[in-house]
Structures are given as structure tokens and as C-alpha cells.
């Protein structure tokens, strides 16, 4: 089937990455910059919602006050609490670092892959459209992830199936973000940009859900984000998009 060798090729696409970094070790430090501040900020952002998970709760329970299970339930709330903060990081961590480094990963992505023609834009401009883009990318994100968080306190349903589609949502959402600086360069606004991944979901899909497992996992977010940017770059170059050169104009 198309849309499994699609997934496949999309997970392919995220190890291109980490070999187009592995041999060009600059890159992979000069990207390292940016990633490093914004997990800083998610780690802090985490401890204080682990710490205080318990508190918010009781909060958001009020009404197990009198259950006979009151204390198993609001255990499971914080764990679900946590789980939702550690996917929505994920999720915006990638946002916030692009925007942090947006000057560090425009370059890393532009050396992975060249664009002749292409609009080199001053990084104060492109700077705020990176930030309004992500806003609306999150947007849609909590669409999906709201009835999401809710669906995890269905027994079963809530273990099995509202994790896979969590994952498949954040994947796309992060493909989205990550192949926006390469996209970009070619022309494309952000409603055509949504409108290339959606016809290779498989694709997308596949070089997303592997780049969200493996950001899930402490520290490697880190590590990997510089991976994450060139394998998109790649991953553009070879199935999103022709080697035109960009229009003239820039995105506006």
C-alpha cells in the first residue's frame, strides 16, 4: 500500500537527517543553540506542573470529593495532566525553538537544501510570520487535542487508541512546523503548505510520528532538533516540492 511505503519513506527521511548532520558536525552544533535555551524553559515549565499536579487535581475534581475511589481517581488526573503538558511541549517545542532560532535554522536548512532563486529574507521579518504561523498551527492543534485529553479518561479507549491518535496528530502537526523553513523558500503560504503535507499524510505522518516518539524521550529533543530540520529539508526537497525556483515575491 501507498500510504504504508509513504510512512516508511517519512521515517527514512528523519535519519537522512541525522546522517546530513553527522556529516556536517558545524551544522549540528550551530543548531544545538537555539534548542538547548527552549529546553531550559520546557524543563522548568515541566517540573512546576509535576509538583503540582496533585494540587490542580483537586481542583479541577471537586466533585470525587465524597467518591470512595476520590484518591485513585485523582492520581490518574495527574498522570493524564502530565501526559497532556509532556505532548503539548512536545509539540510547541518545536514552534518555540524555530521561532527562538529562526536565523540558525533558516541557514542549517538552507545548506541541507539549496534552492536556487530563492528570497533571502531579513530574519526580522520572517521572525514574525514564523511566530503567527505556529500561533495558528496550535490552534488547530488543541482542536484535536482537547476532545483528545478528554477520551483518555475512557477506560481502554483512553490506553489504547487516544495515544495512537495523539501521536498521529502531533506527527502531522510537527511535520508541518519543521518543513515550513524549506517550504518557505519555494513560495509557499501556509494554507499551501498545509495543503502539500495533506496529500502525503503517509508521508508527513511517517517523518513526524518519529520525530514526536523520539522527542517524547528526555534530552534527545536536544539532539536531535538539528536532525529534525535537515531531514525535512530533505524530505521537501525530494517529495514535497520541484526544483523551481521560489517566486520573487516573498510569502507574505
Known sequence: MRSVRDFLAGVGFFFQGVGWVARHGRWWLFGLI???IAFAIYVAGLVYLGTNASGLAETLTPFADTWAWRDAFRVMVQVVLFLGGLALAVI???????????????????????????ADEPWWRTVPRSIRDSLVTLGWVMVFSVPLFFLGFVPVVGQTVVPVLGAAVSGFFLAAELTTLSLERRGYARKQRFALLRGRKGLALGFGV???VLFLVPFVAV???????AGAALLVRAELADDAPAPATPVP
Open 210 to 212: 518519529a520525530v514526536f
Open 34 to 36: 537555539p534548542a538547548f
Open 223 to 229: 539532539v536531535a532538533m538539528p536532525a529534525a530540520v
Open 92 to 118: 510547541t517545542f518545536t514552534a518555540v525553538t524555530l521561532a527562538i532560532g529562526e536565523p540558525f535554522y533558516e541557514k542549517l536548512s538552507a545548506a541541507a537544501d539549496e534552492v536556487p532563486g530563492a
